[in-house]
């Protein structure tokens, strides 16, 4: 029972590097999300996309890339990375719009920038 | 522009008392809440929700509460384990449904 896996667990970058979070589920969902976690700021939606082939921004979109490679899959991009995107980002996945709004997240990627 | 605040960082609370979490929201067209839990390392998982045609909801030790017209919720454990230290997330959505918005969580510290 995988449900959402996110890869890297962890990751260090240098200010300006780039990388791909990684994220699949396998519960035949339709929605799946990238959220980023702060101290004090708690979850924070960078982008979803809430069927395959449709991506739309969150709260905080800037500095990130998104791409529904297909239903089990989205992932995340950070083209420049800056010390401003030291988080956590979990990855979560739901059945579709509309429904209960219960979601499933992943156990999470710690990136620290620079 | 916080729409949903959870303002207090932490409680501590002793085994077997009841444990009172509290979220509010700004936004009036919200009209469906949940509560998740987390622990360290692990991602959140969902816990509890209540739309807003309820104003509780009960599930076992936890029960949610909602109060429109204050735009208020929380969240009733009883009695606190100590598995229950977690922090706490509020989340609210509209319907139709297409992402959550989250509080800033509350840190919960049940000591035996």
């Known amino acids: 029972n995988a449900g959402v896996t996110q890869t890297p667990k962890f990751q260090v970058l240098k200010t300006g590097q780039s990388m791909t979070l990684q994220c699949a589920q396998d519960?035949?969902?339709?929605?799946m999300y990238w959220y980023r976690q702060d101290p004090g700021m708690g979850l924070r939606l960078i982008y979803y996309?809430?069927?395959?082939?449709?991506?739309d921004k969150g709260e905080v979109p800037n500095g990130y890339n998104v791409s529904r490679l297909n239903k089990r899959e989205f992932s995340l991009r950070l083209e420049s990375a800056a010390p401003s995107q030291t988080s956590v980002y979990f990855c979560?996945?739901?059945?579709?719009?509309?429904?209960?709004?219960?979601?499933?997240f992943g156990e999470g990627s710690r990136l620290t920038v620079l | 522009d916080q729409q949903v605040k959870q303002n207090s960082p932490s409680l501590s609370v002793q085994e077997g008392r009841i444990s009172i979490l509290n979220c509010d929201y700004t936004?009036?067209?919200?009209?469906?809440f949940l509560w998740y839990k987390k622990y360290p390392a692990e991602g959140p998982t969902f816990l509890i929700s209540?739309?807003?045609?309820?104003d509780k909801n009960e599930d076992g030790r936890f029960t949610v509460f909602l109060n429109k017209s204050a735009k208020h919720l929380s969240l009733h454990i009883v009695p606190s384990q100590p598995g229950d230290s977690a922090v706490y997330f509020c989340?609210?959505?509209?319907?139709?449904?297409?992402?959550?918005?989250f509080g800033t969580g509350t840190r919960l510290l049940v000591s035996p």
């Open positions: 979560a996945s739901s059945e579709a719009p509309g429904n209960t709004g219960e979601l499933f």
């Open positions: 519960m035949n969902h339709n929605s």
């Open positions: 996309s809430a069927s395959e082939g449709t991506t």
């Open positions: 936004n009036s067209m919200f009209d469906y």
């Open positions: 209540i739309s807003s045609i309820k």
């Open positions: 989340a609210a959505s509209s319907w139709g449904f297409q992402k959550l918005v």
